[in-house]
């Protein structure tokens, strides 16, 4: 998500003054919000993960829709918006990945001891 938000903000000094305080403003804040939501679930604990990173999922949609926006829009040319997608499309991989091994462990605790 780093390297989204890095590739982000050289493209978004450069968006049309129509979307930039818009869009690309929303954009922006939607990049920063994800990565507050994977920086504290990485922080917590297994059980308290879940809804952040269910969290992030979410926001990460949104901006891929935002995005798309821009580019069907004009606002943001094909190779921004084709660079923008590959790490935004790796950090979707990895949030569901991660999600996936979340829920598995929550609703199947490891057993401490033997019967």
């Known amino acids: 998500m780093k390297a989204a938000y890095l590739l982000w903000y050289q493209y978004y000094q450069k968006l049309p003054k129509t979307h930039r305080y818009t869009l690309g403003l929303r954009v922006d804040g939607l ?3 994800c990565i507050e939501a ?6 917590l604990g297994s059980a308290e ?13 949104t901006l891929k829709i935002l995005l798309m926006v821009l580019w069907e829009t004009g606002s943001l040319e094909t190779n921004k918006y084709a660079a923008l997608s590959v790490p935004l499309e790796d950090a979707g991989k990895q949030l569901t990945g991660w999600y996936g091994q979340i829920v ?4 199947h605790p490891q057993r401490g001891g033997r019967s």
């Open 31 to 33: 990049l920063i919000e």
């Open 38 to 43: 994977i920086a504290s679930a990485t922080f």
């Open 49 to 61: 993960k879940e809804p952040w990173i269910r969290l992030a999922i979410r926001k990460l949609d």
């Open 104 to 107: 598995r462990k929550n609703e």
